[in-house]
């Protein structure tokens, strides 16, 4: 377990040493969408026949910025020691792929539990918040943060140049974050959108995250659940189908 | 081949589509050896470590460290291999004393401070032990390698080109050290570019080309075979006859088997209508073997 528990640190430390870039900075943004859209908008509308806009907004935010570090933490650490070629002294340990798993996708649980408890510790005083089913919240923030750090472990692994990576994050990543119901409720889209909505793994685990606040979503949390073990299912399948085959690690 | 063997290539191939990077290498080396392993650049050298660290997988054949397969059996062979990578690569996050505590958590060791402070004083890495690996000139860098691949101290030390651009201080103590290291028990392997290293270092060499083992002999033996002495001279006047010889920096180097040969070369050359001066004869050392068996000569 020493190798294992090493490689974990050494990952937390990773980006934890560049906290402003990986905390903080994502902590401020999703601070930023909170201004601008309950500003904008939570004069006009309640969500659910009786959350403020605001109050809807916040676990949205929250589980957007959770999934996108989570991503970010495994992409950047993968690409990164790949391009500058020190991924090879992990390489050469004898950690099991299990165990590269558990470390790299483990980090990015924690750093996504970190940056979604920093977007609520500074959005929370905006508006009353309910906390309902805590054990939901739990529930969705982990499996979506460990969803999303074996799609970026795939991603990682998968891309061979900065540019590659910042495809994926950019034409992939963003905008399935961004249509899957942070800022509105699916019920509130015209047809096709709703559908469309419906097809997108992160919308279960935004809407059963939400769930867990107010008691309330789009879908059954218990749809939500089996769609976010699904998802789980599926990218740590093929993240630990890359690393016991060495794809584009070892030729 | 034999169980009790440090490392043991066993009929191994790595191809990429047509071209055979190594073609059929069987080669085993004895626990405790100092083993070099020689060969131009692209004659499948850092292949063949490469498939011994379990970084690229063989086409087929099998290599093993100390009986264990490093593809069925990786986490027992990686535990008894310390590889220092050709290329200067190093983690830009953390510090030295960081880096190696790191690469022993890898390996199960978890309080190896000792072991640490020995590796960065035999290394002279001491002074550098608190600062960041960004802040390190490349020598250091490559010192800070080599530690690595010493933290969990492997039974068998593979060196790919460890001295390649580094400072002469540095080649002189490495050397000492993991003459050290040899000297109780430690196998090494080392591939190199600078001859007089492997020579004053080896006790046996494995000649590669072309991904194939073309000569494998104790040193001495290496050096009896092919060439006893070798024959410098400036060419004054004439062309050499194609074959005969190589020039190197202005001089031709022309591999003799004994008087009766000299004076045969000698003549040819006269045939040849070549005038020859500033004639000395040297004993061979392994760059004239060398450049004989990757057939720079004749």
């Known amino acids: 377990m020493t190798g294992l528990h090493t490689l974990l640190q050494k990952e937390l430390l990773r980006f934890l040493k560049v906290g402003f870039q990986t905390v903080a900075a994502p902590v401020v943004t999703a601070l930023l969408y909170l ?23 916040i676990p949205g935010l929250m589980m957007m910025s959770v999934l996108q570090n989570a991503f970010a933490n495994t992409s950047s650490s993968l690409i990164q020691s790949k391009i500058t070629g020190n ?51 739990l529930v969705f923030a982990v499996l979506g943060a460990s969803m999303l750090g074996a799609l970026g472990l795939i991603a990682g692994i998968w891309a061979e140049k900065f540019d590659q990576m910042a495809a994926f994050q950019n034409f992939i990543i963003t905008p399935a974050t961004f249509l899957s119901g942070v800022f509105y409720s699916v019920h509130t889209l015209p047809g096709f959108w709703k559908v469309a909505s419906h097809l997108n793994p992160f919308f279960y685990l935004i809407d059963g995250f939400r769930y867990g606040f107010f008691g309330a979503g789009d879908v059954s949390p218990w749809i939500s659940l089996i769609a976010a073990l699904l998802g789980n299912l599926l990218c740590g399948g093929i993240a630990m189908m890359m690393l016991m085959r060495g794809t584009k690690l070892r030729n | 081949m034999t169980s009790t063997a440090a490392v043991s290539f066993d009929h191994v191939e790595k191809r990429y589509g047509q071209h055979s990077a190594v073609d059929g290498v069987v080669l085993d080396i004895a626990e405790g050896e100092f083993f070099g392993l020689l060969g131009p650049n692209g004659a499948g050298k850092t292949t063949l470590i490469s498939m011994l660290a379990g970084l690229t997988r063989p086409t087929s054949g099998r290599v093993l460290v100390q009986g264990h397969d490093v593809q069925l059996d990786a986490a027992a062979a990686r535990r008894l291999l310390g590889v220092v990578p050709q290329e200067l690569v190093f983690d830009p996050f953390f510090t030295v004393r960081q880096v190696l505590r790191i690469q022993s958590g890898y390996f199960g060791f978890r309080r190896n401070e000792a072991w640490i402070d020995e590796l960065l004083h035999n290394l002279g890495l001491t002074v550098q032990a608190d ?102 001279f400036r060419l004054v006047k004439g062309k050499l006859p194609d074959g005969l010889g190589v020039e190197q920096g202005g001089r031709v180097a022309l591999p003799v088997r004994g008087a009766e040969d000299v004076e045969h070369q000698l003549a040819a050359l006269r045939q040849a209508g070549c005038e020859i001066d500033e004639l000395e004869l040297r004993r061979a050392d392994l760059e004239d073997v060398f450049l004989e068996l990757i057939g720079a000569f004749r």
């Open chain 1, 35 to 57: 201004l601008i859209f309950s500003h904008a908008f939570t004069a006009h509308m309640q969500v659910y026949g009786h959350v403020p806009y605001t109050a809807f907004l």
């Open chain 1, 87 to 137: 991924l090879v002294f992990v390489l050469l340990s004898p950690l099991k792929p299990w165990e590269l798993f558990v470390a790299y996708v483990g980090a990015s649980v924690l750093r996504g539990l970190i940056v979604g408890a920093g977007v609520l510790l500074v959005t929370a005083w905006f508006v009353p918040l309910s906390f309902v089913y805590p054990l939901w919240i």
């Open chain 2, 131 to 232: 600062k960041n690996m960004r802040a390190l000139s490349g020598g250091m860098k490559r010192r800070v390698m080599v530690a690595q691949a010493l933290v969990h101290r492997p039974q068998v030390i593979v060196l790919d080109e460890p001295t390649a651009g580094v400072d002469v201080e540095l080649r002189q103590s490495l050397w000492e050290f993991i003459a050290r290291l040899n000297a109780e028990g430690h196998t090494v392997l080392l591939t190199t570019h600078y001859l007089e290293e492997a020579e004053a270092l080896c006790k046996r060499i494995a000649v590669i080309k072309s991904g194939k083992v073309v000569a494998l002999d104790r040193t001495e033996a290496l050096l009896q075979r092919f060439a006893a002495s070798v024959l410098y």
